[in-house]
C-alpha cells in the first residue's frame, strides 16, 4: 500500500513565473503599439450660403498666406494688422474662415486664436 500525505503541497511557482513574463512582455508592448484610423470628413452643409457682403471674411491658402479684403497677410503679421483692420467694427458680427482644405488644423485654429483674442465671438468655418 502506498501511503499519501494528508496535505498535499500545491506549489504554484511555475504559474506565477509564467503570469510575470506574460505581464511584462504585455507591458513593453502596449504603449509601443499605435491605432491609426481613418476618417473621412464630411463637406458641410450647403443650407445656409453667405450672401452679406460686408461680413468679415478671411482666407487662408495653403501656401499660408492669409487674404481678409483686399490685403494679404503672412502668419506673422496677421495678428496685429487683423487687430488695426477691425478695431472698427462691431464685435458681435459673424467672422468666417476659409480655409484651404490641404493646409494643417493648426493654422486654422491659430486663426480662431487670433480671432478670439480680437474681441469676436461668432466664428463660422465655410465649407464647399
Do not use: C
Request: proline share 4%; charged share 25%; glycine share 2%.
Amino acid at each position: 500500500m502506498y501511503e499519501w500525505d494528508e496535505a498535499p503541497d500545491l506549489n504554484i511557482t511555475p504559474l506565477i513565473d509564467v503570469m510575470l513574463v506574460l505581464m511584462a512582455i504585455f507591458m513593453i508592448t502596449i504603449p509601443v503599439m499605435q491605432y491609426e484610423e481613418k476618417i473621412n470628413l464630411p463637406d458641410g452643409s450647403q443650407k445656409a450660403a453667405v450672401s452679406d457682403a460686408k461680413a468679415v471674411v478671411i482666407r487662408i491658402t495653403k501656401d499660408l498666406t492669409i487674404h481678409y479684403k483686399e490685403d494679404t497677410f503672412t502668419l506673422e503679421n496677421f495678428p496685429d494688422a487683423f487687430r488695426l483692420k477691425t478695431g472698427d467694427l462691431k464685435k458681435e458680427e459673424v467672422v468666417f474662415i476659409n480655409a484651404d482644405k490641404a493646409i494643417a488644423y493648426e493654422h486654422v485654429v491659430f486663426l480662431l486664436k487670433v480671432i478670439k483674442q480680437s474681441g469676436f465671438k461668432k466664428v463660422s468655418l465655410l465649407t464647399q
